[in-house]
């Protein structure tokens, strides 16, 4: 039972008491708790044990007081069922087995059925939406996103097989944003039917796109993703780093709020996406290794920036590092709360 439900009124840009704040990450190695799990379980192992990674999920809730709990899984988990054999490797990232290579690679990704290919995902949120006070964020990585790592075959800094395929061989890369377009759906829907409130696309690579390229190659797909999902009437947050030059594009996607990262200021990110929709961030996670003080400072004038309008969620600007002191996040999360309180109390 959702007891507090700041974080859904702040994305439907009602009035809020407060700033909502959770973090992306929230649930990580900066935890002594989860490197203790992490030492019996891999990533993906904690993913198949609904009740260890609904525990995993709730800690950060708990540890940190944040106004919203998001989904243990991983960008690459349905990518499994799509049929591409991958790895998470430490410091590094998902690894694929076999990357995408020809158009044979691409016609063979099957399409997902969520509740019988990954039935521990909805055990997890089940379990989860009966325990939880505040709102479940589902998730899941955006076409591009995906596509960058199941072409690459791991991270990557340019993206040129990516880049080569989208430029070079439209009709394949479309086949692939189709593909992609329709696993999205699919398990984002059996996410919110299992109980989550709210969802969110992660497109954290699409950044390296221009703005002419990314309406070209992404924004149709990322339309009918949003388009698709209206009817769930959750709200539905697309992210992605350094894209604010996308972001008067973004508009289009027909999502309710926006992530951004700190390279943008809260006040040019309103203004290049209107009054009609949220916006969510944007400390640089890297401020959190500075004194409290200049901390404060950050948080400050980004919450004065936030309370501008209706429709604001403090986040990072993306997820927290595994250095990261707990009793850092715990007062960042405290201040923001009282501060903001303070603040929009005038
Ligand atoms: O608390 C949460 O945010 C929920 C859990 C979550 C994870 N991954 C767990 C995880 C979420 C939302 C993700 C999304 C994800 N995964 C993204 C999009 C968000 C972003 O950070 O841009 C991406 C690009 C991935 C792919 C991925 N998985 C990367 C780049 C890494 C980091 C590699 C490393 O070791 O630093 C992972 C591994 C991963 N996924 C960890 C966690 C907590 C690292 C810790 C571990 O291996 O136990």
Known sequence: MIENDLFLRACRREPVERIPVWYMRQAGR???????VRKKYSLIEICEHPEVCA?????????????????????????????????????????IEQPLRQANDIERLKPIDPESDLPYVFETIKILTRELKVPLIGFSGAPFTLASYMIEGGPSRDYLRTKALMYGEPKLWYMLMDRLGDMVITYLRAQVQAGASAIQIFDSWVGSLAPDDYAEYVLPTMQRIFTQLSDLHVPRIYFGVTTGELLTTFVKTGADVFGVDWRVPIRSARAR??????????????????????????????????????????????????????????RLTSFVHTYSERALRG
């Not at 900066?30 to 203790?36: A, G, K, T, V, W």
């Not at 409290?292 to 400050?300: G, M, P």
């Open 273 to 330: 996406v209107g009054r009609n929709v949220a916006i969510q961030g944007n400390l640089d996670p890297a401020v959190l290794f500075a004194p409290w003080a200049e901390v404060q400072r950050r948080a400050e004038a980004i919450i004065d920036m936030g309370i501008e309008q209706p429709g604001f969620i403090f986040n990072l600007g993306h997820g927290v590092f595994p250095a990261t002191s707990v009793e850092q996040l715990q």
């Open 30 to 36: 900066y935890q002594p708790d989860y490197r203790e």
């Open 55 to 95: 525990q995993v999920t709730l800690s950060p809730v708990q540890q940190l007081g944040v106004d919203a709990a998001i989904l243990f899984s991983d960008i690459m988990v349905p990518i499994g069922a799509m049929g591409l054999a991958f790895d998470i490797q430490k410091d590094h990232g998902p690894v």
